[in-house]
Nanobody
Framework: QVQLVESGGGLVQAGGSLRLSCAAS????????VGWFRQAPGKEREFVAA????????VYADSVKGRFTISRDNAKNTVYLQLNVLKPEDTAVYSC????????????????????WGQGTQVTVSS
């Protein structure tokens, strides 16, 4: 059983930056692909980015490509999401989730394919 805890959210002005962390406990996160999703009020959960267990494959949603960067430190059992050039439309609750590496990249952008989730951290971008 893996437990995930997100941190690093907050209030930032448009154009600013934040670094989100997803810390795991219970088992090593290196055996899992980790994804970040976000959900704004009244909207469905949206894929943001994902990274493979070995860090050699990163996938981004078009809406964040070039602005957000996902990375991981398996020694610290933590995955990060660097958010740059933030826009008001990036405002949402950001959650990390894990899925077995055996699933490959099939369905990587779909929340229901992930096996465990953190509780989320709020990111609010003011204009």
């Amino acid at each position: 059983q893996v437990q995930l805890v997100e941190s690093g959210g907050g209030l930032v002005q448009a154009g600013g930056s934040l670094r989100l962390s997803c810390a795991a406990s219970g088992r090593s996160l290196s055996s899992y692909r980790v994804g970040w999703f976000r959900q704004a009020p009244g909207k469905e959960r949206e894929f943001v980015a994902a990274i493979s267990g070995s860090s050699n494959n990163e996938v981004y949603a078009d809406s964040v490509k070039g602005r957000f960067t996902i990375s991981r430190d398996n020694a610290k059992n933590t995955v990060y999401l660097q958010l740059n050039v933030l826009k008001p439309e990036d405002t949402a609750v950001y959650s990390c989730a894990g899925r077995s590496n055996f699933k490959g990249d099939l369905g990587l952008v779909f929340p229901h394919t992930y096996d465990f989730w953190g509780q989320g951290t709020q990111v609010t971008v003011s204009s």
